[in-house]
């Protein structure tokens, strides 16, 4: 005769066993999807997912969409253009804003 109680004994401990590599399983899977959506999202627009083009503007270096044509600047970069030219942003935003309705 069988002993039932290390039949029961080893069911749980089989049933621990699978509900923990299950759960690792789930967290490498997690993991991988998240090191490809980075992967993927390298060097791409994150409103579009075009392709991000290293560009220039009056001397300082920045990436650019060419797709829906946004820009993202360096830490310094933003500081640079603004001491390289005299008028605020402000004004550029405004007389821009008023030569298109125009």
Not at 1 to 22: C, G, H, P, T, V
Not at 54 to 76: I, K, Y
Not at 87 to 94: A, E, G, K, V
């Amino acid at each position: 005769m069988k002993d039932s109680w290390k039949e029961r004994e080893n069911a749980f401990e089989d049933q621990y066993i699978y509900e923990l590599e299950k759960k690792q399983l789930a967290e490498r899977k997690r993991q991988e999807l998240e090191q490809q959506a980075v992967a993927m999202s390298k060097d791409r627009c994150p409103k579009c997912g075009a392709v991000i083009v290293a560009t220039s503007f009056h001397g300082v270096s920045m990436d650019q969409c060419p797709e829906c044509r946004g820009v993202w600047l360096g830490p310094n970069d933003f500081k640079m253009l603004a001491s390289k030219d005299h008028r605020t942003w402000f004004d550029i935003w405004f007389k821009e804003q008023d030569q298109n309705q125009k």
